[in-house]
């Protein structure tokens, strides 16, 4: 019997890390079936997916400049490159692979599809705004899909008449592994410890979440707000000024932040925007409440009351209140909350799922997930 032949499939990103911390499970399904090349910046993880088998290629890439000179490069590289591998399939993610790229599979005629994770400050400014608008709509002209990780997201590029309907797929974001991310025992803890993980900066809700606690210390609850990874420049003085008075622990980055999360009573994450947040999907996977704005990619994970509790964006007393009920609740009633969270995870967010779905819809039908 002849051997169905190997689908060559590329796929084009930015940066390796949110690649491999989150769609690590997709390429090694992908390429049980497939030949699975990847181009991107060698700054991290180009070992690891060689590891795994995969062919690099190192892609210079200016991830936030729009240097029309250094655009055009890219352009020219991408050009090249899928001339040079002619393959059968492009999976593009981020902005600058899912345009550049884009465009030169419709010129080429390679079938591709492209990933939007997350409408970020592009869509947020106005002349910006249309500035993308039209790279996009002459990208994604010949797109074979693109996947979201919410529905606004999708909603907004059919507003702006980008791509239609039939052309888009709305995934859970990127899933969540529940193996990895595993139910942990409630944390018995002298005081409410908040978790925030995240880039301390303010589209995280930094301001409003340094409020809330300042405020709820001045009026004498016990608590502590653990912080987990980078901060901006302008917040270090103001974060060092919250630890000296016992309101914040600052933990800097972390490479796996689990512990953290076994730590805590609680996760908080105000963000004024979001593609699909993980670290809403990995607490609630590990078994804790949450408290997140009522925005799009924070909601989703979040059943509100129940799970957790939504907070209007860019509000410190919401988030003052939320922050008041989840210290006020039992040690009992937040692990239930929490073990509720875990379930909304299995049934509605588990990997195998995501993966699943996404394959097929890449037209690499899998009956069923793994």
Known sequence: ????????????TNHSYMLWQFRRELISELMKENEVILSMPFVGHEEDFQKMGLRCINTDLDRRGINPMTDLKLINTYKK????EKPDMVITYSIKPNVYAGLMCGKL????????????????????????????????????????ENQTNA?????????????????????????????QPYPVNDKVHFLFLGRIMREKGIDELFSAASRLHKEGFSFMVDLVGFFEDEYKKQVEDLENAGIVSFHGFQKDPRPFYA?????????????????????????RPLITSDIPGCREAVDNGKTGILVKVKDTESLHAAMKNMINRSETDRQKMGLLGRKKMETEFRKELVVAETIRSLGLKKEKPL
Do not use: W
């Open 1 to 12: 019997m002849n051997q169905k032949p190997r689908k060559k499939i590329l796929l084009i």
């Open 155 to 183: 909603e907004e590029f059919r507003k702006r008449h980008i791509i239609p309907i039939e052309k888009q797929t709305i995934l859970r974001g990127a899933g969540i592994n529940l193996e990895h991310y595993a139910l």
């Open 81 to 84: 490159m899928l001339k040079q």
């Open 109 to 148: 005629g390679i079938p591709f599809c492209a990933n939007v994770q997350g409408l970020g400050t592009a869509f947020q400014k106005p002349v910006l705004a249309q500035f993308v608008t039209v790279l996009y709509k002459m990208a994604f002209r010949k797109v074979r899909t693109v996947f979201f």
């Open 263 to 287: 730590a805590a009573d609680c996760v908080v994450l105000p963000s004024y925007h979001e593609g699909m947040s993980n670290v809403l999907l990995e607490a609630a996977a590990v078994g």
